[in-house]
């Protein structure tokens, strides 16, 4: 369910979006920049003779700059393949500078899956380190120069790309591994706490360490590693929360919706006394659907009073009473709807959910719970040994 935003759309594979977030965009450039300053010392490690090189520096710069490009693509594309093989189900593919997402549907539910899927991505990058590396070693004796330091700086970035991306910083893959390590022991929420922690210690690490060596790349990726394991804990523990939560305690009871024999203009004065955009649309007590405020205000208003409700009707996913928020919530995602009918064992309306009763129960539970473990822990310590 994790969604990224700030992400470009630039292809898709097998129907899945391939997407470049921003913060790979705004590295590029700059990689290009850096290397294009120090080509010099590149071609000397790389034992090339610089005056034997194609072409400006900066050209270079955006050569190396491209083909991290497609390095990280193929790490992403190693994490997917793998996914779809094992049967999960891929929603997008998001290239990041660090922690790139092949966003599941799900997440692995086993830690083991979880920790192979981590684990394929850095080992293909560090492979293809291994291949590059061997065809520079093929080409150093021909002469080919340009092609020695083009295999020789893809090398580099793969290397690189393997050993970072292992580093224990969630939710980098690395810290995945660590998670799932951690998750056999400990339980998912816990040890997705744990990791988080050594996750944000790495961010805060990687920050320190960019401001004093005046190095915006380790700052933008500390920046991203932070945002980000503090996100995942978080929605890790939100759903754990719901899961235990029904629908039933979450929603708003109702069981009435606008009839769907309503004119318009009776259903605009629905909304106005509920207070809300969207309600589900019932004859006899029966949900059909649901009907938004934007659907009824678009029919011009003189023709309201003469139209009715099931003109502009749509369908709306239906919940059970005792089916689990976590579900629902999936399910509201999965449709694009805002709106869930819930309906009782005779398939009468019960009530409706909507994000905002979602975020409503979850703040209540989870400071429930918190009080429960507070009050659990001060009985541990004043319980006489
Ligand atoms: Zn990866």
Redesign the pocket.
């Known amino acids: 369910m994790r969604e990224t935003r700030g992400a470009l759309q630039v292809g898709s594979l097998r129907g899945i979006p391939v997407r470049v977030h921003f913060s790979l965009l705004l590295v590029l450039p700059l990689l290009a920049y850096v290397f294009g300053g120090a080509f010099r010392r590149a071609a000397e490690v790389a034992a090339v003779p610089e005056e034997q090189l194609w072409g400006a520096p900066w050209g270079w710069g955006l050569g190396v700059a491209v083909g991290l490009f497609a390095s990280v693509f193929v ?2 594309l ?2 997917t393949l793998y996914a779809l093989a094992r049967g999960g189900q891929v929603r997008s593919i998001t290239l990041m500078m660090v ?2 997402v ?1 966003e599941l549907s799900e997440a692995p539910p086993r830690a083991r899956d979880e920790a192979l899927m ?1 684990l394929v ?2 080992l293909t ?1 560090l492979a293809l380190a291994g291949l590059l590396a061997l065809a520079t070693w093929g080409v150093a004796g021909t002469g080919s120069f340009n092609l020695q330091f083009a295999c020789f700086y893809l090398a580099s970035l793969n290397l690189f790309l393997g050993v970072f ?1 292992l580093l224990p910083a969630f939710p ?2 690395g810290g995945r591994i660590l998670r799932a390590l951690l998750a056999g022991r400990m339980g998912m929420v816990r040890a997705t706490q744990v990791a988080s922690v050594v996750g944000r210690g790495f961010a805060l690490l990687f920050g320190v360490w960019g401001l004093a060596t005046f190095n915006p790349f380790l700052m933008v990726i500390a920046f991203f590693i932070f945002m980000g394991a503090d996100g995942e804990a978080k929605q890790v523990r939100m759903k754990a929360t719901l899961e235990k939560v029904r629908v039933a305690e979450l929603m708003t009871p109702r069981w009435m919706g606008v009839d769907v024999g309503a004119s318009l203009e009776e259903a605009l004065w629905e909304f106005r006394v509920e207070r809300r955009t969207a309600l589900p649309v019932t004859e006899e007590g029966r949900p059909l659907g649901r009907v938004a405020v934007e659907a009824v205000r678009a029919v011009p208003a003189g023709e309201r009073t003469r139209r009715q409700v099931r003109e502009v009707m749509r369908p709306a996913p239906v919940a059970r009473l005792e089916e689990d928020g976590w579900q629902a919530l999936r399910r509201m995602a999965e449709e694009g709807s805002p709106l869930l009918l819930v309906v009782d064992a005779d398939g009468r309306l019960a009530g409706t959910l909507e994000v905002g009763d979602v975020e409503r129960g979850l703040t209540l539970f989870q400071n429930r719970e918190e009080r429960a473990e507070r009050d659990a822990r001060r009985w541990r310590e004043e319980r006489p040994a």
């Open positions: 790490h992403e190693a994490h922690g790139g092949s981590a991505g850095p990058s991306n980098m893959d």
